[in-house]
């Protein structure tokens, strides 16, 4: 059954300015250790692509913070939800700490999706309960 629908739409541009302004500690607060890695891989080869890479993962754990219906308060943090992909590229949530197990718990799953384009980056998140019935 549906436990929450997220969707976030963000401006690439807004995530650039930030970006400047703060440098990595912006990319520190928002990317878990994995993202992070992946971050800094593209952003060396092509600065562009690190802000897009920085814009959808902060569109996509705001999807998953509505979806899951919290917003951004505890357990629900930046560093705790991560969007890694998967080998054949699909985009899937990991979750760690106190988050982790409070998703776990509620025995939810979670489907991502992210875009980007030059100015925005959006995303979709589905999270789906199992119940367990007799």
């Not at 814009?55 to 919290?70: D, L, N, P, Q, V």
């Not at 699909?90 to 100015?119: C, N, S």
Request: glycine share 8%.
């Amino acid at each position: 059954m549906i436990y929450g629908l997220g969707a976030d739409i963000c401006d690439v541009r807004r995530i650039r300015a930030s970006f400047e302004r703060h440098g990595e500690r912006f990319a520190l607060r928002i990317l878990g250790d994995g993202e992070l890695a992946t971050w800094r891989s593209r952003s060396q080869r092509w600065p562009d692509r690190g802000v897009n890479y920085l814009a959808t993962r902060f569109s996509a754990k705001e999807a998953f913070s509505k979806a899951i219906g919290m917003g951004m308060r505890l357990p629900m943090s930046w560093r705790h939800c991560e969007i890694a992909n998967a080998a054949s590229g699909k985009p899937e949530i990991l979750l760690h700490g106190a988050l982790k197990a409070w998703f776990e718990a509620r025995h939810l799953t979670a489907h991502v999706t992210v875009t980007d384009e030059t100015d925005y980056a959006a995303s979709f998140v589905v999270v789906e309960q199992t119940l367990n019935t007799p």
